[in-house]
């Protein structure tokens, strides 16, 4: 299985996730995204605004937000 990566940019994370259909709702301390589902129901996501975020914050970010880690990953490899 793949691993997260460590120490991942944060704009490359951002960008990840926008391509997994979330759109950043607003940036302070932390990022807020959102992601509207084809039910019309919304997932939201919420992440640190460091500039690198950790891997452990990662799996997290994806269990908050329902997606795969092999989704996560592939949407990461090509931002």
């Given amino acids: ?26 940036e302070g301390n932390h990022v807020a995204m959102l992601r509207t589902n084809e039910d019309g129901s919304t997932t939201p996501l919420t992440m640190p605004n460091h500039r690198r975020i950790k891997s452990s914050t990662l799996r997290a970010i994806c269990a908050q937000s329902g997606v795969s880690r092999t989704d996560f990953l592939a949407a990461y490899e090509q931002s």
């Fill in 1 to 26: 299985m793949a691993r997260f990566p460590r120490d991942a940019p944060k704009r490359r994370v951002i960008q990840a996730l926008e391509s997994l259909e979330f759109e950043v709702v607003r």
